[in-house]
């Protein structure tokens, strides 16, 4: 099957080319159809994200969408940034088998960060077959790609979602992430209607809230 994702090399962006999103801020539409979000609820108060169309900085295509976290005090290792599609015209069911991959280059001269892409296996959302990638303070990364493979092992239908998660680690410091040329591709998929389900879209932050605190931490 063919990439499920719409404008996965982030080269539309009708509603404007920058966005700063305030501690907590959640499902903010940036690129066409793509969301960002900051920190998991207004209490976060240690960060904030610059979310912007990159023209000079990018894999392949046109662009890139450059993300810059901002940290204050030491983050929690729960604490992240997200980026997040979750309109597909399919369902998945039980067996089927998804891949996602993404390109990812960071800059972490004045702050470390791990980058995770998540997709959702039915129940939460997991990191599959393979983990992120952490960069610590001080250093850089060239292009390179994350991939992982998710069996679907929910019990009923659902409708997909793929992000990629963003967790800064040290206070008083700037991460930049630049994301692009998302696949997301899956086997023996189901079409459905275009309508969302609402109750699905308002799980999806606290799902990868939850993940983020079984692999990094409480």
């Not at 907590?24 to 108060?45: E, K, M, R």
């Not at 399919?90 to 980058?115: L, P, S, Y």
């Not at 959702?120 to 610590?136: A, K």
Request: charged share 10%; glycine share 10%.
């Amino acid at each position: 099957m063919s990439n499920l994702l719409l404008n996965p090399g982030f080269e539309t962006w009708s509603g404007g080319t920058s966005f700063s999103l305030g501690p907590g801020q959640q499902f903010t539409t940036t690129a066409n159809n793509w969301q960002s979000g900051c920190g998991v609820s207004a209490l976060d108060a240690n960060m904030t994200l610059q979310v912007s169309k990159d023209i000079v900085v990018f894999d392949s295509g046109l662009a890139s969408i450059k993300n810059q976290i901002a940290t204050t005090t030491n983050p929690p290792l729960g604490d992240f940034c997200q980026v997040r599609q979750i309109q597909f015209p399919i369902i998945v069911v039980t067996g089927n088998v998804i891949t996602f991959t993404v390109r990812v280059k960071i800059d972490a001269t004045n702050c470390g960060v791990t980058v995770t892409p998540l997709v959702f296996n039915g129940n939460v959302d997991s990191n599959g077959t393979s983990g992120g990638i952490f960069v610590q303070k001080g250093s850089q990364s060239n292009w390179t790609t994350l991939s992982t493979v998710v069996g679907y092992t929910g019990t009923t239908p659902n409708l997909l979602r793929a992000s990629v998660v963003m967790n800064p680690q040290d206070a008083n410091g700037t991460a930049v992430v630049w994301l692009d040329t998302f696949d997301f591709e899956v086997t023996v998929a189901q079409p459905i209607s275009s309508t969302l389900n609402d109750s699905i879209l308002s799980q999806d932050w606290v799902s990868a809230n939850k993940l983020n605190e079984v692999t990094f931490g409480d």
